[in-house]
């Protein structure tokens, strides 16, 4: 009742649109644009219904998945604006990790408890194209139980460029190697002027939904992300979900959804001002608003809503538990990507850290698969075991800083 009485005193169509997502509808682009730009008592009755929505449809668990990033090489041939992970072939910082060291590290992780290693890299020039394959097969022959989630669909249309094979043939090729799931990253926002002002030359609109649906059509899922808090508008952002939302009611092939946002301080089209207009990443309220209205939108197709401990910290990630969000995301072990772009959050969240973030916001941790299958819930403190990532010393896994100035691992052109 009391919430009701609060609708009434809000902004009506913010009102109608909240109103309708709460009777299971799905909300127009044109509404959600309304609520990515609301505040005070608008955005506040945002949050609770997304919080609604999350208790309804998933219920008070959150998921974390123990997973290693295994980021094989920063050497790349683009050079997107915000990315500060990438070197040219010449430069002194640039590494290529071998498959052995792949593999060790994989098995590391493994011992560790780890049911996932996401591999995503850069595109190191005259990349032999069957590499992403051999990886993961080495990978598979090692660790047969390994979920391997990697190659983002910029990867496989760089596979399948260089082994001159259709975009599909490659998935199917990845398939038979024992892929499990691809990172739906290299989104950004799926608008193509937008991508040709922020990183041109970086895999196509078309180009990233057809390997997606393809990825899907395969059996092979896939997550889905957007990265906001650079030129972006709240339309852009709007139309970006609702295109996920699309997809996702065709094949049904999304885990879930992950709002990324914008980490400037050392990103080349913020350091450098090559970009008009462009800010310093999403302000607290955007990020609210970012991961509540994605619930709201998303809520009857995607039921995963996942925050980036990375991205946001863990005070604000805890924050958002309470916005729509039901899963923590990975123990990462090896962050490299938000870390290079000046991300303070570090490269490793051990379990019982998640647990204890996700019980005191009142809500019961739990251990997940990729796929979102419950391995353990953790209903009580005395469930919880420790696991040897609880107490390793992290030092052992070496961290991104070191990796590039280590000549042990330095990229060789030749
Ligand atoms: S985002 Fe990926 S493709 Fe773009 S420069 Fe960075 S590593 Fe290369």
């Known amino acids: 009742m009391a919430f009701d009485s609060?609708?009434?005193?809000?902004?009506?169509?913010?009102?109608?649109?909240?109103?309708?997502?709460?009777?299971?509808?799905?909300?127009?682009?044109?509404?959600?644009?309304?609520?990515?730009?609301?505040?005070g008592l608008e955005m506040n009755l945002l949050v609770t219904v997304?919080?609604?929505?999350?208790?309804?449809?998933?219920?008070?668990?959150?998921?974390?998945?123990?997973?290693?990033?295994?980021?094989?090489?920063?050497?790349?041939?683009?050079?997107?604006?915000?990315?500060?992970?990438?070197?040219?072939?010449?430069?002194?910082?640039?590494?290529?990790?071998?498959?052995?060291?792949?593999?060790?590290?994989?098995?590391?992780?493994?011992?560790?408890?780890?049911?996932?290693?996401?591999?995503?890299?850069?595109?190191?020039?005259?990349?032999?194209?069957?590499?992403?394959i051999d990886l993961l097969s080495a990978v598979k022959k090692e660790i047969p139980g390994m979920h391997v989630h990697a190659f983002s669909p910029e990867e496989v249309l760089y596979g399948a460029t260089r082994s001159e094979v259709s975009t599909l043939e490659y998935l199917k090729m990845l398939k038979e190697a024992g892929i499990g799931s691809l990172p739906g990253t290299a989104a950004e926002i799926l608008d193509q002027q937008l991508r040709n002002i922020i990183s041109p030359g970086r895999i196509k609109v078309?180009?990233?939904?057809?390997?997606?649906?393809?990825?899907?059509?395969?059996?092979?899922?896939?997550?889905?992300?957007?990265?906001?808090?650079?030129?972006?508008?709240s339309k852009h952002k709007a139309e970006h979900i609702a295109l996920l939302r699309e997809i996702q009611k065709e094949t049904h092939g999304f885990t879930e959804f992950v709002p990324l946002s914008f980490v400037h301080t050392e990103a080349p089209m913020y350091s450098h001002n090559t970009v008009k207009n462009i800010r310093s990443g999403a302000d607290g309220n955007e990020v609210l608003k970012m991961h509540a209205v994605a619930r709201v939108m998303l809520n009857n197709h995607i039921p995963n809503l996942q925050v980036s401990w990375v991205k946001e910290g863990p005070r604000m990630s805890q924050i958002l538990l309470s916005a729509g969000v039901n899963d923590f995301g990975g123990t990462l072990i090896n962050e490299s990507i938000s870390t290079a772009a000046g991300a303070q959050h570090g490269q490793l969240m051990r379990p019982r850290e998640i647990k204890q973030l996700i019980r005191s916001a009142g809500r019961i941790p739990a251990e997940r698969s990729t796929s979102y299958k419950l391995l353990k819930i953790f209903r009580d403190e005395k469930d919880d075991t420790e696991s040897e990532l609880d107490t390793a010393d992290a030092s052992q896994f070496g961290s991104y800083h070191q990796l590039i100035k280590l000549d042990k691992f330095r990229y060789d052109p030749k």
């Open 206 to 233: 078309d180009d990233w939904i057809s390997i997606i649906k393809g990825a899907h059509s395969l059996g092979i899922p896939t997550t889905s992300t957007i990265m906001y808090g650079h030129v972006e508008t």
């Open 50 to 132: 997304a919080d609604e929505l999350r208790r309804r449809s998933v219920g008070d668990i959150v998921t974390f998945v123990v997973n290693r990033n295994i980021n094989f090489t920063n050497v790349c041939i683009k050079q997107c604006g915000f990315c500060a992970f990438s070197r040219d072939f010449r430069e002194e910082e640039g590494y290529f990790l071998p498959p052995e060291e792949i593999v060790r590290r994989a098995k590391e992780a493994a011992k560790m408890g780890a049911t996932e290693v996401c591999i995503q890299a850069g595109l190191p020039p005259n990349m032999d194209g069957h590499l992403y």
């Open 6 to 39: 609060l609708l009434k005193k809000a902004d009506p169509i913010i009102a109608g649109a909240l109103d309708r997502a709460l009777d299971g509808k799905d909300i127009s682009v044109n509404e959600a644009i309304e609520l990515f730009d609301c505040n």
